[in-house]
């Protein structure tokens, strides 16, 4: 992969405002919108779409995971929140230099992307730029931010026209679905190694896709979660889909579940219904969980749903 721009580029196009996406969610639907020209900096896990990564990087992850397994990250997560350092570091004379009049960051994860601290730090640098919160918990709140930042950036037809098209996906989803004879038991893993539930918008992914989540609950947070929770919720349908992994990386880990007590008693393993996805499908708030939503339709029921054309968005394991 080419490196990625940390230098001063131009504001080119009709948009006045200069925007700083301190989250890769908000820099999917900036460009969804159409309105990439307006966006001055972006964080260094802002690859989708691949034009993303042409932009001023202004937010950095300080935790170096490559080649790191879910578990050694995880601890290294905890290591560094338990001594109160920072999982993200903001380039703060660049962001001066780039002067963006709107920054956009959430307030869903202090782990998954730039939180409180960054911003303030970027504030600090822009203190005239105002900011605008992202804290979504279902995909209801997930479309109303896309209309917030169609909103804020003067295109709110635009945005309107993006989530009905998004909602007819959805909807035409559920139609099929509410007729299906059986809904499997669904397991989400949001992290491998240790075990996590999948947790805010994602139940209800699995619950338009045709199955039930026993383990995640709507609206609230993923956990972390005892092995024997998985065994007695005994799923039909695994899908390993951790958070800001893509799919090469999931499968790598995939391998640890061998290793734990009765995986292979498990239903979902003794039919071959376990999944490795892009998490991104799943975790990161934007368009794309809609393709998400069809990807588990296809998991969950293959005979009514084909599979999407999503190149490397998931393999089935053999595990």
Request: proline share 8%.
């Amino acid at each position: 992969m080419a490196k990625r721009s940390t230098t001063l580029k131009d504001c080119k196009g009709d948009f006045a405002m200069r925007v700083a996406s301190f989250l890769p969610s908000a820099t999917e639907i900036i460009f969804a919108l159409g309105a990439e020209s307006c966006l001055v900096g972006v964080t260094d896990k802002c690859t989708y779409p691949p034009e993303a990564q042409g932009k001023p990087i202004v937010v950095t992850s300080v935790l170096p995971t490559e080649g790191l397994s879910s578990a050694e990250i995880d601890a290294a997560v905890r290591s560094r929140l338990e001594r109160g350092e920072p999982l993200f570091r903001v380039n703060a004379t660049l962001l001066k230099d780039l002067r963006p009049d709107l920054i956009i960051a959430q307030s869903v994860c202090d782990v998954c992307a730039a939180a409180n601290h960054e911003v303030a730090v970027a504030l600090q640098a822009v203190p005239d730029a105002k900011v605008l919160w992202l804290n979504p918990s279902t995909l209801d709140d997930v479309l109303n931010d896309i209309l917030r930042i169609a909103e804020a950036l003067g295109v709110r037809e635009r945005g309107e026209k993006l989530v009905a098209q998004l909602r007819n996906r959805l909807e035409g989803v559920r139609v099929k679905t509410q007729k299906v004879n059986h809904r499997p038991c669904v397991w989400v893993a949001e992290w491998v190694d240790p075990p996590f539930c999948c947790g805010h918008w994602l139940p209800e992914m699995v619950e338009i896709a045709g199955g039930v989540e026993g383990l995640g609950k709507k609206g609230q947070p993923s956990r972390r979660i005892a092995w024997d929770e998985v065994l007695a919720w005994q799923p039909e349908v695994i899908v390993l889909a951790p958070c800001g992994y893509r799919l090469e990386q999931t499968l790598r880990d995939a391998e640890r579940l061998r290793n734990l007590p009765n995986w292979t008693n498990l239903p979902a393993v003794r039919n071959g219904q376990v999944y490795a996805a892009d998490g991104d499908f799943f975790s990161c708030p934007g368009p794309r969980l809609v393709d998400g939503v069809e990807l588990l339709a296809h998991f969950l029921h293959p005979d009514q749903f084909p599979a999407p054309a999503l190149p490397d968005a998931f393999v089935r394991c053999i595990i």
